[in-house]
């Protein structure tokens, strides 16, 4: 065991550029002075691939918590693993959650407590870790991998715990002299927490969302600094966390076992312990079992799924919020005016079982989003979704817009409100029947089988006779039952079910045929709304051309 002086010239010896203490770094980051129940929280990605959905519903938590009581939303940026990192990874996460709507009060964009990328506060960690060394709670180790090796061989063979701790951490308790021979020698080595937990200690932790939970001590002596002089994740958040006013850390649940080891971080760097709330990671179902939403799985793991596709934005964000509070859905349905951002969100409420990720329901939210819509908005919106992913629909818009705008409001009043748009590139789906240039190559659909060619062909012939653009749904209708009687069609649906071959078919059979001679297809919009929307010149062009 080394003695205090030992422990403060080791602590000079491994950091001799490093002059600061910790009370001046301290004095450098000065309290927030934030009102009573502020919060502080953080967004701590790392550039290390695309945007992962999850981090959207992460970030969603900070941002929706800060809005309701006051206090800041930091985003942070965690790039300690060098070789992970991937080039404009910054730019993604800045940018990507700037398309869901998710800003920050200070980020690598601007604030008083930065920086906010960790590489660019190296030596921030390092006055931490040599005050650790000078105190005796940290330590250098020069085990290579090889060696590590061999101890976790020799804990597998006597049947314990895997891990550098106790015993089997050979530096642990290294003399002076051998530490500086090992220097001496140019060996590579770590800086590593000298734990004095003992494991088969229990203790009890609050944690905001799961509530009272029991853990074992932490015993292993993890690593701190690494060998190229970067900290890893447990080491560099407690001193982020502290230095920037952070009071509440919301992080997914893979960091729960960690409550241990991160405690008593905080008890040797001598800081005031933070909140935590650890919330399920975004789950899916497969095989009727659950699992985490996969980068490497599934496409709609990424962020860039949605936007490329044109998902609406605030459909999602309530999605997230349901899964996050499940009352979210009755207030919603209580409050159809409000927008979402007034709905309390609760850690209380979060359920604990695993926040299942589900595309069908997700793509139900953004269906019943979009028919609530004006026309106009809808047109706006896909028409600045398309500026980005689709020139050729902007070039149609921007030709058509009154056009594309009434085609749009197509069963958008009334009783029936059409919910087949889930999405801004499903936009133009709706215009194929309207344009002939989109029309032209579709195969036309069969006509039903119980009408010839040549009732094809009266039908067409007696609806142009009697057609006019005025005339209402009711007059409309009553004009198509006509010619359906007249040629044995039936408009008395109990009649034929009870007996059908007293007829040729139902008066829809009419229908189907005016609708798929306008349109190529058995399925559409309200027919009488098409066609209103087509005009007259175009319903006479279409169906004369029909039979030609």
Known sequence: MRTNEENIKLANLLFPSIKKSVGEMREEYPSRGLQGGSLVVRFAPSPTGFLHMGSVFTSLINRRLVDQVGGVCILRIEDTDKKREIEGGVDIIVNGLSEFGIEFDESVQGGKYGPYIQSERLDIYKVFAKDLVSKGFAYPCFANEEELGEIRDKQTELGVRTGYYGEF???????LEEIESALGDGKEFVIRLYSTGDNSVKFEFDDEIKGRCTFAQNDMDVVLLKSDGYPTYHFAHAIDDTLMGVNLVIRTYEWFPSVPLHLELFEKLGFERIKYAHASPLMKMEGGKRRKLSKRKDPEADTRYFIERGYPIVPILEYFLNIMNSNFADWRIQNPELAYTEFELKLEKFNRAGALFDMVKLEDVCKEYIAGLSAKDVYDMSFRWAQKFNSELVKRLEENRELCINILNIEREGSKIRKDIVKWEDVNSA??????????????????????????????????????VGDDTSVWFEKIKGIGNDLGFTSDYKAYKDDPTKFKGKVGDIAMVLRIALTKRSRTPDLHQVMQVMGKEMVEARLRGFMI
């Open 169 to 175: 951490a050979k530096w642990r308790d290294s003399s």
């Open 431 to 468: 215009f194929e029947i309207f344009f002939e240039d989109m029309l032209e190559g579709v195969d036309c659909e069969s006509m039903p089988e119980n009408v010839s060619s040549e009732v094809v062909g009266v039908i067409v012939d007696r609806f142009l006779e009697s057609y006019s």
